[in-house]
């Protein structure tokens, strides 16, 4: 399995980005999908999360209504739309992938994203 990600750079706050996430060697259909963010000197955050083939999305309430999860199956891709970007948003950004997952949907919550067990290499975003 391989992700990864690309999109991340240097935005001034208030901006907009979109990382893309394409994957490899997976079957995406009922599997989970997510992001997560870690700067330096803190903990990783997770941020957001869907379930492939469904309209399930969760989000962090730090990012909610402000970052937008979602998924192009037929460019075997996911991404994270990110508008009214934040100096605190600055982070390397991280997309996780966990297919098929026991439980199904309800394992694809954002608190869980950290578990999700196939990591992308990261993509820096520094808001100015």
């Known amino acids: 399995v391989q992700l990864v990600e690309s999109g991340g750079g240097l935005v001034q706050s208030g901006g907009s980005l979109r990382l893309s996430c394409e994957y490899s060697?997976?079957?995406?259909?009922?599997?989970?999908m997510g992001w997560f963010r870690q700067a330096p000197g803190k903990e990783r955050e997770a941020v957001a999360t869907?379930?492939?083939?469904?309209?399930?999305?969760d989000y962090s309430d730090s990012v909610e209504g402000r970052f937008k999860i979602s998924q192009d199956n037929a460019k075997d891709s996911f991404y994270l739309q990110m508008s009214s970007l934040r100096p605190e948003d600055t982070a390397m950004y991280y997309c996780?992938?966990?297919?098929?997952?026991?439980?199904?949907?309800?394992?694809?919550?954002?608190?869980?994203?950290?578990?999700?067990?196939?990591r992308g290499q990261g993509t820096q975003v520094t808001v100015s």
């Open positions: 869907l379930y492939s083939g469904s309209d399930l999305r």
């Open positions: 996780v992938a966990h297919p098929d997952p026991i439980g199904g949907s309800r394992f694809c919550r954002v608190e869980r994203v950290l578990e999700y067990i196939f």
């Open positions: 060697g997976y079957r995406y259909i009922g599997s989970c």
